[in-house]
């Protein structure tokens, strides 16, 4: 939780790295809330609206730890676009994600698993 907690308190930072388990548990508790209130909805008979304002919330700060997470693999932030691609652009990306951080510092800033 902690981690998700840190990625909001840098809402629109989009300078800098993360790495991996910073993204990857990010990712994980936004897609476990997002679960969690699509659910609630369902068994009240709501039309959604909890989950898609959630998500709007949200928005921004995916972006900008995708885009760290990118930096940290020694990407620019605008691979991001990728996904925009249907299916091969979505796993292009995974495999961006999943990728180990650049050992030492990069043009983006220090090494997060140094610091």
């Given at each position: 939780m902690n981690w998700?907690?840190?990625?909001?308190?840098?809402?629109?930072?989009?300078?800098?790295r993360a790495h991996r388990e910073e993204y990857w548990m990010f990712t994980l508790c936004n897609m476990l809330i997002a679960f969690a209130l699509n659910f609630i909805e369902g068994l009240v008979g709501g039309p959604g609206a909890l989950a898609a304002i959630y998500s709007l919330a949200v928005m921004l700060p995916s972006i900008a730890v995708g885009i760290r997470r990118l930096h940290d693999t020694g990407r620019s932030g605008w691979w991001l676009l990728v996904a925009l691609v249907p299916l091969l652009g979505t796993i292009v990306l995974i495999v961006f994600m999943v990728q180990d951080s650049k050992p030492g510092d990069n043009q983006y800033g220090p090494n997060p698993k140094q610091v």
């Open positions: 998700y907690l840190e990625v909001l308190k840098k809402y629109t930072v989009f300078n800098g």
